[in-house]
């Protein structure tokens, strides 16, 4: 046991913005070891830069050593109290939209049936390479993904399209990205260029956003207050693929389950957690 590649979600995995209960102190142990020496902190969220600085200062949680923002349409280090972006990123994703950007598809998607009954996410919450809508919990998602990948097959445009829910608002998100371009290749891409294997990996998540992930070949834990639904999803997709053993669910909620991840695939740290200043 060395080091540690720690990836993590925000919004209902480290941050306690969800209904349930966060258990006392986790928060300022999840902290003790994203400080430690040998660990390299990554938040792979799909808020943007600006909103994970102003969850950073809301929730008090440690800066990333590199982030993944936009559901992994961006990737980014901080340099000199900002965000910067790695190109070699940007240029992988690129090609898949063809020198389109956001704007663009918005444009090319708007009279496809069915999308006019969502709306458009806050212009913060768009991005370059993601286009984001909100849908009302009845919406037919699948159908309309089918749609809008059709349609943009058809422009010579490749592209993923994710759900996932915003439990404290209620309502279904919807985000178009380059087909590159999702939570999974993103943090492969950090660990391929910052050199650290699966063994050396874990990864903790909570919504539909990060099932890839969590159901893929990097050690992941799927916090307690998970929705249900997306555990179910989750357990019979990793094992569908071969990765039954490397997904654990959690008994505790939020940075609570985080760790508890942690100490389930790497348990030597336990004794190094309280080693940490």
Do not use: C
Not at 3 to 9: E, F, G, I, S
Not at 66 to 77: F, K, N, P, Q, S
Not at 175 to 201: H, I, N
Not at 237 to 262: F, K, M
């Amino acid at each position: 046991m060395s080091r540690l590649l720690l990836a993590t979600d925000l919004d209902g995995t480290l941050l306690p913005n969800g209904a349930a209960a966060e258990s006392p102190g986790a928060r300022e142990r999840f902290a003790r070891l994203a400080a430690h020496p040998d660990v390299t902190l990554v938040y792979v969220t799909g808020r943007d830069p600006g909103l994970v600085d102003e969850a950073i200062a809301t929730w008090q949680v440690p800066l990333p050593d590199v982030l993944i923002a936009d559901v992994g349409a961006t990737i980014a280090d901080r340099v000199a109290s900002a965000w910067k972006r790695w190109p070699a990123w940007d240029e992988t994703i690129a090609p898949d939209w063809g020198g389109r950007d956001a704007a663009d598809l918005a444009v090319l998607l708007r009279d496809v049936p069915g999308l006019a009954d969502l709306h458009l996410q806050d212009a913060s919450r768009q991005a370059r390479w993601k286009l984001s809508f909100e849908a009302p919990p009845d919406a037919a998602l699948p159908r309309l993904a089918e749609l809008i990948r059709d349609r943009l097959r058809a422009a010579g445009v490749r592209a993923s399209v994710i759900f996932s829910r915003d439990e404290v608002l209620g309502v279904g998100l919807m985000d178009v990205l380059p087909a590159a371009a999702d939570k999974g290749r993103a943090l492969a891409f950090v660990m391929a260029r910052l050199g650290f294997g699966p063994d050396e990996t874990v990864f903790a998540g909570d919504s539909g956003n990060d099932l890839e992930v969590l159901a893929g070949p990097v050690p992941a834990v799927l916090v307690a207050n998970a929705d249900p639904e997306l555990r179910t999803t989750a357990h019979r997709e990793a094992a569908a693929a071969g990765h039954g053993p490397l997904l654990y669910l959690a008994r505790g909620n939020y940075a609570a389950g985080i760790l508890e991840g942690v100490l389930h695939y790497h348990p030597a740290w336990a004794a190094r957690l309280e080693e940490t200043p």
